[in-house]
């Protein structure tokens, strides 16, 4: 458990960088559910099959927000949307919002990729720096005392990149 508080003494810097990464995590893994989630109502218009829901469903919060009740929202469009302008036109919608989903899930996992790869650069360029500092600051008697040890200094912050 020091060794994790020590370590957060690092991570504190790169604190925007953190936050922002699950953020983008999160919209991310909203964003893959989502896409996932309608490419069932496309393969129920192009085959014709499926529940037609005429009446709008009723969103009582996010407490009520799962997989059902998004599905509810996606066959009410469809069922409205064919009634009122046909198959074709609501195949090209749901393609339109397919490519859109995909896209921004695509993006956000860029996006979190890229934020997390400067927390990681930036906690081991400054635990680097920290072992350089305190190698230099350190007396040459004391490397002169202690001829066993070994100067693995340069590969000791490569523990942390794993």
């Known amino acids: 458990m ?3 508080k020590h370590f957060f003494k690092y991570l504190a810097p790169y604190k925007l960088n953190f936050i922002s990464s699950i ?23 192009l085959f014709k099959e499926g529940e037609k829901i005429y009446q709008k469903p009723v969103f009582n919060g996010l407490g009520s927000l799962n997989k059902d009740t998004l599905e509810n ?5 469809i069922t409205v949307n064919t009634n009122e302008k046909g198959a074709f036109s609501t ?21 979190s990729m890229v934020y997390m790869t400067y927390l990681n650069n930036g906690v081991l360029k400054d635990l680097r720096n920290d072992v350089y500092y305190k190698v230099t600051s350190l007396k ?9 040890r070994r100067f693995n200094f340069k ?8």
Request: aromatic residues 28%.
């Open 2 to 4: 020091k060794n994790l």
């Open 23 to 45: 953020f983008f995590n999160f919209l991310y893994s909203f964003f893959s559910a989502l896409s996932m989630l309608s490419l069932m109502p496309v393969m129920n218009v």
């Open 73 to 77: 929202y996606l066959n009410y469009f």
């Open 91 to 111: 195949l090209i919608w749901m393609m339109v919002f397919m490519i859109i989903a995909f896209f921004l899930k695509n993006l956000f996992a860029y996006l």
């Open 140 to 148: 040459c008697l004391f490397f002169f005392k202690r001829k066993k």
């Open 155 to 162: 590969n000791d912050s490569g523990y942390y990149n794993h």
